[in-house]
C-alpha cells in the first residue's frame, strides 16, 4: 500500500546517555508505522559507549549517520540533519526522550488528509527517573490561530514532537544559532512567512527532565536569548510594546530571581499541566 514517506532527524553528543539514547531510538524503530529515514548527527567526538551504540545502527539500511568532526551545538547539528534528510516530512527526535508508538501513524494521516499544513506537533508528558514516574503534561494549543497568538508570549510547539514540510523550514531559513531557543526562533519566522501550524491534543512523546533541566531555564545567558527574541518580535511587529514588557518582566522573575528548586515548581505547577 502506498504511503508518505518521511524522515526522522535526530543528534547526539558526548553528553548524552547512553542507555536513554538507545531507549530513544528503540522507540522509533518500534512504531507502528515505521520511519523510511532516520538521520542520524553525531555532533563531535564521542566517547566509546556512545559509540558503540550508535555502531549498532551502521547495518541498518534505514539509518544515515553523519559525523560531524568537532561539536557544532544543537542548532548547526539540527541543520545539518534536516539537509541531509531525503523526504519533505521530517519527523524531530530527542537523544533522550520516548516517543509514544502511534505518534507517526497519527502524524502522517493528519499531513495526508491536510496539504496545507506545514507543522504538526503535539502535547508531552515529562517524567523523572522511571518513565512511570509522570511528573507533569506540557500542552501546547492546537489550532493556528491559537499557536499564532500564543507564540506572543512562550513557544508554541514541543520541539520533540514535530514532524514539518523540509521545504516549508528551509524556505524560512531552517535552524538557525540562537541559544537554547533555535526551534522559537525558527516557528517565529515560519508564522511571519504564512505557514500553518497544528498540534494535537494527543500526547505524541514522553520526555525525560531533570534537576538540570530547570538549571537550564535560568541564568544571564539564557534570558539574554529569550528577551532578544521577544525584541526580534517586537521589532517585527508581531508584539506591542505592553507584551514585549510583560515578557520580560516574567522572564527576569524566573530565568534570574528564582533558584532551581522553586524555578522547577514554577515550571510543574504554573508552566505545564499538573497530572493528577
Known amino acids: 500500500m502506498h504511503r508518505t514517506q518521511f524522515s526522522v532527524s535526530i543528534n547526539v553528543y558526548n553528553g548524552d546517555n547512553p542507555i536513554f539514547f538507545k531507549e530513544a ?14 538521520v542520524l548527527v553525531v555532533d563531535g567526538p564521542i566517547n566509546k559507549t ?14 544515515k549517520i553523519i559525523h560531524l568532526k568537532k561539536n557544532m551545538g544543537h542548532g548547526e547539528a539540527r541543520r545539518v540533519g534536516i539537509e541531509n534528510c531525503t523526504f519533505d516530512l521530517i519527523a524531530i527526535m530527542d537523544a533522550d526522550d520516548v516517543s509514544r508508538k502511534n505518534r507517526f501513524e497519527k502524524q502522517i494521516k493528519v499531513f495526508d488528509s491536510n496539504k496545507e499544513i506545514s507543522v504538526l506537533g503535539g502535547n508531552i508528558e515529562e517524567f523523572e527517573d522511571s518513565i512511570d514516574n509522570i511528573v507533569s503534561i506540557k500542552e501546547v494549543p492546537s489550532s493556528h490561530d491559537e499557536i499564532v497568538d500564543f507564540t506572543k508570549r512562550r513557544c508554541p510547539m514541543n520541539q520533540m514532537t514535530v514532524m514539518f514540510r523540509k521545504s516549508n523550514v528551509l524556505d524560512s531559513g531552517g535552524y538557525l544559532d540562537w541559544h537554547c531557543n533555535e526551534d522559537y526562533y525558527l516557528w517565529i519566522r515560519m508564522i511571519k512567512n504564512k505557514f500553518i501550524f497544528k498540534n494535537l491534543n494527543d500526547i505524541l512523546v514522553s520526555v525525560r527532565v531533570s534537576k538540570d533541566m530547570y538549571s537550564r531555564r535560568g541564568g544571564m545567558k539564557y534570558f539574554f536569548s529569550e528577551s532578544k527574541l521577544q525584541i526580534y518580535m517586537y521589532r517585527q511587529n508581531m508584539i506591542n510594546t505592553k507584551i514585549l514588557v510583560q515578557n520580560i518582566f516574567i522572564r ?12 522547577r515548581l514554577f515550571f510543574i505547577n504554573f508552566a505545564r499541566t499538573k497530572k493528577v
Open 25 to 38: 531510538v528503540k522507540s522509533l524503530l518500534q512504531q507502528t508505522l515505521i520511519p523510511d529515514e532516520i
Open 50 to 63: 556512545l559509540n558503540d551504540v550508535v555502531s549498532q545502527y551502521q547495518k541498518n539500511k534505514i539509518f
Open 252 to 263: 527576569i522573575i524566573v530565568q534570574l530571581l528564582l533558584p532551581n528548586s522553586l524555578r
